[in-house]
C-alpha cells in the first residue's frame, strides 16, 4: 500500500492529452514539493517535473505539473507511442522522514 | 555528463551481508545529497534512504531501519549502501541517485544509476 495513491492505468489516443493524478497528505504533498519520474520499461526512472511544476533542461513542454492542497497532477499533451511508460509521483513525508512514491500509472497510447 | 554507476549486487543467502557501491561521475559529489531507491520484479519504486551532500543528516525507510547503512565517501566520489540480515523481501534492482540539491528536507532525484540487481534466495 502505497503512502501517495496514483491510478494503475490510464490510457488516450495518439495527440490527445492525458492527466494522472497523485493524492496525498498534508504530512507530505501538502506541504513538500512533488516531483513525477517517467520510467521506459527496462530502464532506470527519469525525472519529468521537480518543485510540483518545473522541467529539467530536456524535458518538452509537453509535460506539465501542478500541486493543489494533498494532490498533484501531470499533464501529458500530443501523445506519442514512446510516451508509453510507467509514471511516479514523489515526494517527502514530514511524518515518515522518508520519501515516499506512488504506486504508480502505466500509460498506454491507443 | 553526470553518471552514476552502480556495483556490487547478485545473490546472496538470507540472513548476510551486501555492500553496493555508487560511484558518480561529471560533478561536484560533495555538493549533493544522495538517495538510494529500489524497485522489487514487477513492482514499483520504494525509497530505501538518503544522506545529505556532507553527510551529517541519513534517513532510512521503515522497511530497512537498523538493517541497512548508507554512508558516503567524498574524496572517492563514492556511495554506499550496506546491508545486513538480508530477507527475501529485500529482493530488487538498487538504484543510486542524485538529489536536485544538498538534500534539505525535499525529495527529487534528478539522475539516476542504471541499477544493481540483488537476488536474496536460498
Known amino acids: 500500500q502505497s503512502v501517495l495513491t496514483q491510478p494503475p492505468s490510464v490510457s488516450a489516443a495518439a495527440g490527445q492529452k492525458v492527466t494522472i493524478s497523485c493524492s496525498g497528505s498534508s504530512s507530505n504533498i501538502g506541504n513538500n514539493y512533488v516531483s513525477w519520474y517517467q520510467q521506459l520499461p527496462g530502464t532506470a526512472p527519469k525525472l519529468l517535473i521537480y518543485?510540483?511544476?518545473q522541467r529539467p533542461s530536456g524535458i518538452p513542454d509537453r509535460f506539465s505539473g501542478s500541486k493543489s492542497g494533498t494532490s498533484a497532477t501531470l499533464g501529458i499533451t500530443g501523445l506519442q507511442t514512446g510516451d508509453e511508460a510507467d509514471y511516479y509521483c514523489?515526494?517527502?513525508?514530514?511524518?515518515?522522514?522518508?520519501?515516499?512514491f506512488g504506486g504508480g500509472t502505466t500509460l498506454t497510447v491507443l | 555528463q553526470v553518471q552514476l554507476v552502480e556495483s556490487g549486487g547478485g545473490v546472496v543467502r538470507p540472513g548476510r551481508s551486501l555492500r553496493l557501491s555508487c560511484a558518480a561521475f561529471g560533478f561536484t559529489f560533495g555538493d549533493y545529497g544522495m538517495h538510494w531507491v529500489r524497485q522489487a520484479p514487477g513492482k514499483g519504486l520504494e525509497w530505501v534512504a538518503v544522506v545529505r551532500y556532507d553527510g551529517s543528516d541519513i534517513y532510512y525507510a521503515d522497511s530497512v531501519k537498523g538493517r541497512f547503512s548508507i554512508s558516503r565517501d567524498n574524496s572517492k566520489n563514492t556511495l554506499y549502501l550496506q546491508m545486513n540480515s538480508l530477507r527475501a523481501e529485500d529482493t530488487a534492482v538498487y538504484y543510486c541517485a542524485r538529489d536536485l540539491r544538498g538534500w534539505f528536507g525535499e525529495f527529487s532525484a534528478d539522475y539516476w544509476g542504471q541499477g544493481a540487481l540483488v537476488t536474496v534466495s536460498s
Open positions: 518543485d510540483n511544476s
Open positions: 514523489g515526494t517527502w513525508d514530514r511524518s515518515l522522514n522518508a520519501g515516499v
